[in-house]
């Protein structure tokens, strides 16, 4: 099936800073998705998008829907060590989902 | 509110054994998906349903593999014979028409 490209593939931060990741597909999207997987865990839903330029908050997160609806980013402000592990983009259209490849963030103390 | 829900969470099975994994979907939410994850390849569709139909198995590896949800509130995927390649951490995911996919917790599989 389709995957979505996800960058950067691992990031090693310090607390404190801020982090950037984005996804790009070929398609257009009706919804974008950001999910978290932490080890043993599946992934955990984190925000939703639902427009093309809509930007939403969750906490220190901020998820923008791309205006082209082919691209999306999640921006993490003032990292934490709970911050760690792999974060997923997810493009919706019709009944089915499409994943990227993940962004796996270690954030060091 | 419950979530989804995925048992057995670990398995252990030798080589041609059957495999029966379980997931009750959230109430109400009309469309289950069964995801694979490994390492090398990710999330892999395998099946999902919409309203206990099956509407895209394209992603099931091979005819070992079989996928049922004879009712709104539960499914099962069926490894037989498992192989040592099967092993993988499998997802159940569902989806109420929102746009928004939920996923249980997994259950990861070990074949021997």
Known sequence: ?109 | DAGVIQSPRHEVTEMGQEVTLRCKPISGHNSLFWYRQTMMRGLELLIYFNNNVPIDDSGMPEDRFSAKMPNASFSTLKIQPSEPRDSAVYFCASNGNTGELFFGEGSRLTVL
């Open chain 1, 1 to 109: 099936g389709q995957q979505l490209n996800q960058s950067p593939q691992s990031m090693f931060i310090q607390e404190g800073e801020d982090v950037s990741m984005n996804c790009t597909s070929s398609s257009i999207f009706n919804t974008w998705l950001w999910y978290k997987q932490e080890p043993g865990e599946g992934p955990v839903l984190l925000i939703a998008l639902y427009k093309a330029g809509e930007l939403t908050s969750n906490g220190r997160l901020t998820a923008q829907f791309g205006i082209t609806r082919k691209d999306s980013f999640l921006n993490i402000s003032a990292s934490i060590p709970s911050d760690v592990g792999i974060y997923f983009c997810a493009g919706h259209t019709g009944n089915q989902f499409y994943f990227g490849t993940g962004t796996s963030l270690t954030v060091i103390p």
